[in-house]
Structures are given as C-alpha cells and as structure tokens.
C-alpha cells in the first residue's frame, strides 16, 4: 500500500500526498500524469459524495423513508453525482492489485459518463496506457483512497477539494512554461479576488483555464458570510484538455459549472456569451497572442474604442471584457505590461478611449517579476469598472500601485505574494474607493492620479511613472549600488568557472 512521505511529518497533508504521488510518477511526463492523478482523485471525490448519499437513503429515515438508494433520480435531486457499482471507490479498491486495474479505471470513468449527462466527455480515460504501469497505478489508488481517512464523509469532500487545487498548482510547476497555460498561481487570483470583493451577482471569465478565478470567487465569498448561491458563474475555455480540468475543479467544489462552455474557435471567433452582462469579470487571457484572427473581426461591435491590431490581442481582450460588463460591473484582470505603454497599431489610441471617453479604467497594480510560471514577461492588473460614471466617489482619478518590491521567492524560479501583500494591496484599494479620507499616497507604492495629469503623460498607465521613490531611495548612491552589483556578477563568473571545470574533470575520469 502506498502512502505519504514521511520526510517530515509538520508538512501539511496536500505536500506528503504529492510526493507519494511524484514517486510514482516514474518516467511519466507531468503533462500526461496530471490527468491520471485528478481523475483519481475526482473519482473518489464523487465515489464519497454518493456513498454519503447512498447511505441515507439506505437507512430510510425522515424525508428518505421508502427510498430506493439505487434509483438515479434520488441523486439527481440532490445535485449528487449518480455512481454505477462498477465505478465506485470499493470496487476499484478490490480490483487495484490486478494486472488489468488500467482498463478497470477507464471503464469506471465510461460508466460515469453515461450515469451523469454534465460529465459526458470530462473524465479522463487514460489508465490502460502502457507507460503507466499496474503496480503504480495500484499504488496510486491506495494513496488517494487515504486522502481525509476517517474523516466524516462531509469534511472528506473539502480535504478532496483542497488537494485537487494543491495538485494542479504543482503540475503546473512541474510542467513549467506549458504548465502555466492551464493555471493562474494562487496568488494572483486571491488578489484579484480580495480586489474585486464579487459577494453576489454573474462572475465570467472567458479564458477560464482550470477554474481557479471560480473556485476563490465562491472561496471568498464563504469566507465572508455570504450565500454562494448568491453567485452564478460563467465561463468559455478553447482548450478542451484545460476545459476538462475546469469541470472537475468546479464539481470536486460542487460548484454548478453549466454555464462553463467549450468550443476551440475561442471567445473571439465564437462567443459562448454573446448577450451576458456581468457583474464581475476575473480573467487572465494570453498574453500578447498574435494568431487571434483579428483580420477576420475588423468590424466586430465589441470594439467600442478602437479596432485592435490584428497582430496583438490585448487590446481585444480589454475591450471583450469591457462589452460584457453590466452598468454596474467591475473587471479585473492580467495582462503584459507593454499594454500599459504600447503605441503600435492604434493601442496608444486605444488605451485613450478607455481612459478619457470610457472612463472605465479604476486601478493599475505593477506586479513583481516571476510570479508566473509561463512567461517572464512583465505584468500588471488593470481594473474597469462601469461604475465610475455612476456615483464613484473617484471618478476623476485613477489608483497607481506599484507592488514590483513585493512577494518572495518559493523557489529558484517562481514568487508568489504572501497574504499580507494581498491584504497591504487591496485595502489600499478599498480605502481609495472608499473616498472618506481613509486613502493617502505613499511614495513608492501607490498614487492617486487625476485624469488630466494621465493626459499630461500621453496616457501612459506605468505605475512607475506616478507613485515615485520611496523616501529612503531618495538619495540613492549609484556607485554603491554598481560596486555591489559587479561583485555578484564576478562571483557567479567564477562560480560557474568551477562547476565547468569540476565537469570537464569527471567527463576526463569517464573517458580514462
């Protein structure tokens, strides 16, 4: 039977899981893995909720007194996923030691599919493969079947959940640049998410990548003593590999995800929303895509403030975004940030219209570098809210934060905010929307701008450009700061002077 690692037991639960579960993963790619482990884990996620289910009704007591517990429609009733005998947990758990517990699996998830109409074409089938061995994949079983042992079968379906999202962030990282296709570090979308504060109403996101915008929406909102029902979601994912994940993600949360669509033409060629006005737009789109067959769309009516160039998409994503807010609606979103600055192809122009005839753009935060496992490109969020021409308290102005000093190091790599940056950030927000006297500037951090000083700047949007120096950099002392950066810069010269000439040695050794 596998179990956790044991390597330290103060790490949380979610951390020993994945090791078990890497050590399995043999000559795996990640990329292929993933699907094996979150549809295991999906599968006993489900496989609880039924059996909890099952259960009750077997026991016939109050409203469920003369129940049939395998009549399909008591599950339906009930929003529980219905779980045929040949794909429940038990089963799986008895057959796991067979030679043939790949084609067990598959056909489990088939059976499922064809129990349950909202997961037709989600789960994965790809336990027979050959390079995934019966051993581990037996191993495998054993070690997700241990997740949240002996916890009630209420508190299990939360620990399930978690562990799902902990999973997709480490394949995420374990898959580095394709990994970040599919997720959003957390941290980001937590910032997002305490920023735009979406209590009730329509949430969208029209890349939507595994759901994670969904899941800390819903997250936040608990957390906070509001309903969830209170939020409806709305979705659009051209990948349908991604799209799979996003449906798992929302179903392990026991989110409705009806509304979370899939086509591979995209939310720019086909608009899975085209009437929807939302309350609250959280998206992370692409960056800087090329190939979005703007050519095709020069006319479309989504481009309110200019036609974008048909080599760059920011400026359609912006203006996507913006269509689809209501008269009320607030947007928050990542994006490169050459888009604060850029001038080619009519963005410069663009960017104008949002700002002094939309006048929909609330907030710029600078985000720190490495925060993001796909890309090293620079980013920023951009806050649009409708509301501004509607009783907004800072109508004539815009926030500037400049977060570039924030964050820390998770590994060599990769940064993420902690959660006092996140709260630092957004309740410096929140003050400045406020409009009560709770707001003031601090060199270095934040400003707020009036429109005609944005003007004065040709609507140049960088952070950088309006909040200024920390006090304490004032009398920055440029040939100190040189002196020290040529001696790091040297001693990494010579560190990789020796580890080439430590390698040179042992190939001399080999071929000796």
């Not at 790809?126 to 241990?146: E, T």
């Not at 003593?225 to 409806?232: E, T």
């Not at 200019?306 to 912006?318: D, E, K, M, S, V």
């Not at 926030?399 to 630092?424: C, M, P, V, Y």
């Amino acid at each position: 039977m596998a179990k956790p690692a044991k390597e330290n037991k103060d790490e949380p639960l979610e951390k020993q899981l994945w090791k078990a579960a890497d050590k399995l993963r043999k000559n795996i790619d990640a990329a292929e893995y993933k699907h094996v482990v979150m549809g295991l884990i999906f599968l006993k996620y489900i496989s609880d909720s039924f059996e909890e289910m099952f259960a009750r009704l077997q026991a016939g007591e109050g409203e469920y007194a003369g129940a049939d517990p395998e009549d399909k429609d008591e599950y339906k009733a009930e929003n529980v996923f219905f779980v045929p005998a040949e794909a429940r947990w038990s089963y799986l758990v008895a057959k796991a030691k067979l030679p043939t517990i790949g084609t067990v699996v598959d056909e489990a998830m088939d059976a499922i599919e064809k129990e349950n109409s909202s997961l037709k074409g989600v789960l994965p089938k790809v336990f027979a493969r050959q390079n995934l061995d019966p051993a581990s994949l037996g191993g495998l079983i054993d070690l997700v079947g241990n997740i949240a042992l002996g916890d009630a079968k209420s508190r299990s379906a939360d620990v399930l959940g978690h562990v799902f999202e902990y999973f997709l962030g480490e394949f995420a990282l374990a898959e580095g640049k394709q990994g970040g296709q599919f997720y959003t570090p957390r941290s980001i979308v937590e910032l997002l998410v305490a920023m735009l504060e979406p209590y009730k109403g329509r949430v969208f996101d029209p890349c939507c990548g595994s759901g994670g915008m969904f899941v800390q929406s819903e997250k936040f909102v608990a957390e906070h003593q509001g309903r969830v029902n209170d939020i409806s979601i709305y979705g659009q994912e051209s990948n349908q590999t991604t799209w799979r994940l996003a449906k798992m993600n929302l179903a392990i949360r026991g989110i409705d995800s009806s509304q979370v669509k899939w086509n591979n033409e995209g939310s720019f060629l086909n608009d899975a929303h085209k009437d929807l006005k939302a309350d609250f737009i959280i998206a992370n789109p692409p960056f800087n895509v090329s190939d979005w067959s703007g050519e095709l769309l020069r006319g479309d009516g989504r481009w309110q403030y200019g036609a974008p160039p048909a080599g760059n998409a920011n400026f359609a994503w912006l203006q996507h975004f913006a269509y689809h807010l209501n008269p009320q609606g607030k947007a928050g979103v990542v994006l490169a940030k050459g888009a604060l600055t850029s001038k080619t192809s009519g963005e410069g122009d663009i960017r104008k219209a949002l700002i002094a005839d939309g006048n929909l753009i609330d907030c710029i935060v600078n985000l720190p570098a490495k925060l993001f496992l796909n890309t090293q490109i620079p980013a920023a969020l951009w806050f649009m809210s409708r509301a501004r021409n509607n009783g907004h308290p800072r109508k004539g102005e815009i926030l500037f934060i400049d977060a570039r000093n924030l964050g820390h190091l998770i590994n060599r790599r990769t940064k993420e905010l902690s959660h006092e940056d996140i709260q630092h950030i957004a309740d410096t927000y929140h003050a400045w929307r406020a409009g009560e006297g709770k707001y003031e500037d601090v060199k270095g951090f934040c400003a707020s701008v009036p429109l005609t000083r944005v003007q004065e700047l040709d609507y140049v949007l960088t952070p950088g450009r309006y909040v200024g120096l920390p006090d304490e950099e004032d009398d920055f002392n440029f040939a100190e700061r040189f002196t020290a950066l040529k001696a790091e810069f040297e001693a990494q010269l010579r560190e990789e002077a020796e580890l080439n000439q430590a390698i040179a040695e042992n190939l001399a050794k080999v071929k000796a």
